[in-house]
């Protein structure tokens, strides 16, 4: 077993000490509320969470390194607890769905009939009929068990994925199950054919995978054979549950210990259907190339185009034809879901995934990298003996070397047949292809909101969140407002983060009018930000003796009008200072509408005529008026320092 790197950086693995530590206080934690169960009973224990909203792709950001396994598309907090990983868990079914393989159908529409019948070998026949449509449906499946008599529970059993029915049980008493794919939908070997006449899009209709079929046959949503092998897998365990129910020679085979596997095309096979299954309790997927265990995004940036199977040259069939249209080339960073998930989508059950180093075509470096990521997900729930990974080579295809069935066998022994047997498998090879590739750098961001590599330039500017004072708002003179702000950076860090006043203390409010408050922050690569807030502050102001519109005052054209105020600040303090004062105007107005109809007319704009009397903390201003405006409206603008403006309206008799 190896995890050195001798190229980690001191910082990176003190950052990677850190997260480690956490994780394993979030795992301490989970196991304290008890250990994450080996399997469900059902097919997916978090069908009730609701499907995230997910953005069209060219919605999407680039995300070089991995995604952070628990980071919520809704904008949840990010969790790593085990207690909420179902729903997120879900959230990455549905954008695997959405991005990659297409709708897996559950059974709501579906009527579902099994018959076991017993022999050497057996055959488990399930007929699927779907309700909204009448179409039908057979899968049939050769059964292999072991000699001797079933324990009481059943014979634990290994679905197969197969091109045809297998023989023999597994050695070690494990009764295997022949999923003949071709049953749902036909393994072209590469062919770009139509699926139109294979059994699940005859169920599907609105469905297609692959080439559209000719017109005028219509062309269906895009659905990738992942999805509908998936579904297949699925119907196949639900007919299994049916027929270990049969009065008459029941299925011995113990659902509760339910493992699959498969190899190349069929390993991806294994995977999609342990990852979309809850009911499987062991997902073996051996040498499953691109689109199985290795990451797209790691395969298109370590591996040559054309060495790898990675998104442009993976089978048109298999997945989504929109998958290798929209996340090609680079784009395939903007994929917001990858492998490493589709792998922990297994967790909490067991999962052992492998490559074969004789084959470059299966990506085995990006498979080594996408385990580790993997691997450091299940140990965050404290469950990192269940998942296991080997890369070696020296054998064929499919085939197993003399060191690997050991492997395999403890596998089995310990997620079907409940042995205690130490295993902790975590193999690859002692060569610089591997030893000097940096797994760490993929994940290392996790945790700190900035999806980038170590050794990436820091190019972000830093973040500012200002709450106090709010832009726009007035405060009255002299009040007491606390300053709120706050400067991150998720690269390099936060070196200098200043505003007029320390956050916390009181902003300026010692003077009327229109103020500005800027924090700039700067991050230790040098990059700058800066935010403004603009906010006023005013006078408390109410005339003494005159009325606000739209009431009206009344007074005899010609007359003296003596107009009283009065000025406080936050604290009613009163404000005596003749500098408050700006203008005061009046207009010929409307005395129905309260409109003005004629140009202003200055009545003072030195304060001349203003005097400040201390003993009743009021301004009075001697108004002459004109006996012209007999029998009309005028409206008194007073303007003060602080910008506002107060008016009353005057009705001259």
Request: proline share 7%; glycine share 10%; net charge negative.
């Amino acid at each position: 077993m190896h995890t050195s790197n001798k190229k980690s950086r001191f910082a990176r693995l003190l950052v990677l000490g850190i997260f480690l530590l956490l994780n394993s206080l979030g795992a301490a934690m989970a196991l304290g509320q008890g250990t994450p169960p080996l399997v469900y009973d059902v097919e997916n224990k978090g069908a009730q969470y609701p499907k995230p909203i997910l953005p069209p792709v060219m919605g999407l950001p680039a995300v070089r390194p991995l995604p952070d396994p628990f980071v919520f598309f809704d904008g949840s907090p990010r969790d790593t607890s085990f207690a909420s990983w179902e729903r997120r868990r879900n959230e990455i079914k549905a954008a695997i769905e959405k991005y990659e393989i297409g709708p897996k159908p559950d059974k709501a529409d579906l009527t579902i009939n099994a018959v076991y019948t017993p022999g050497s070998p057996g055959v488990l026949t399930v007929d699927v009929l779907r309700l909204s449509n009448g179409r039908t449906l057979r899968l049939t499946s050769t059964i292999n068990l072991p000699s001797g008599t079933a324990p009481a529970s059943g014979w634990p059993a290994i679905i197969r994925m197969a091109l045809a029915p297998g023989t023999g049980a597994n050695s070690l008493g494990i009764a295997t199950i022949d999923y003949v794919h071709d049953d749902v939908t036909q393994y072209a070997a590469g062919q770009q054919i139509s699926h139109a006449g294979d059994p699940y899009f005859l169920m599907y209709p609105e469905y297609n995978a692959g080439p559209c079929p000719p017109a005028p046959a219509p062309c269906g949503a895009q659905v990738g054979q992942y999805s509908a092998w998936a579904w297949g897998v699925s119907r196949l365990i639900d007919g299994m549950e049916i027929a270990t129910k049969q009065i008459v020679n029941p299925l011995p085979v113990d659902l509760r210990h339910l493992g699959i596997n498969g190899c190349s095309y069929a390993g991806k096979m294994a995977l999609f259907a342990g990852a979309f299954d809850e009911r499987i309790a062991a997902t073996f997927a051996q040498e499953s190339g691109g689109g199985g265990a290795p990451s797209w995004r790691v395969s298109h940036a370590i591996e040559p185009d054309g060495s790898v199977e990675k998104i442009s040259n993976t089978d048109g069939s298999w997945f989504i034809t929109g998958m290798k249209t929209d996340f090609r080339g680079d784009n395939v960073y903007k994929l917001p879901e990858d492998h490493h998930l589709l792998m922990a989508m297994v967790a909490p059950r067991a999962l052992l995934v492998s490559g074969n180093t004789d084959f470059v075509w299966l990506s085995n470096r990006s498979t080594y990298v996408t385990a580790k990521a993997a691997q450091r997900i299940y140990e965050t729930f404290g469950i990192g003996d269940r998942f296991g990974f080997w890369v070696d080579g020296n054998h064929g295809h499919c085939a197993l070397g003399a060191n690997e069935q050991p492997i395999i066998d403890g596998f089995y022994k310990k997620f079907l047949l409940g042995q205690q047997v130490s295993w902790d498998v975590h193999v690859f090879p002692q060569t610089p292809a591997f030893t000097d590739l940096d797994y760490q750098r993929w994940t290392w961001w996790w945790g700190t909101g900035n999806p980038s590599f170590p050794d990436d330039p820091d190019t972000t500017a830093p973040s500012i969140t200002l709450d106090s004072p709010i832009d726009g708002a007035t405060y009255l003179l002299n009040a007491a407002v606390a300053a709120n702000y706050n400067c991150t950076d998720t690269g390099s860090g936060i070196q200098t983060c200043a505003g007029p006043v320390a956050s916390g203390s009181n902003i300026d409010t010692s003077t009327p009018g229109l103020h500005q408050f800027t924090v700039n922050a700067t991050d230790v690569a040098g990059n700058t930000f800066a935010r403004t807030a603009w906010y006023g502050v005013q006078y408390s102001f109410s005339f003494v003796n005159l009325l606000n519109p739209p009431a009206q005052n009344t007074a005899s054209a010609g007359s003296v009008v003596v107009v009283r105020y009065q000025l406080k600040d936050a604290n009613s303090a009163s404000v005596s200072s003749l500098s408050s004062f700006t203008a005061l105007n009046s207009y010929p107005a409307s005395c129905l509408t309260l409109v003005s109809t004629g140009e202003a007319e200055q009545v003072d704009s030195t304060g001349s005529g203003l005097r400040y009397d201390s003993a009743t903390g009021q301004f009075i201003f001697n108004w002459k008026t004109d006996k012209s405006w007999s029998n009309s409206c005028r409206l008194l603008e007073l303007t003060l320092a602080d910008g506002t403006k107060h008016n009353a309206l005057m009705q001259f008799r």
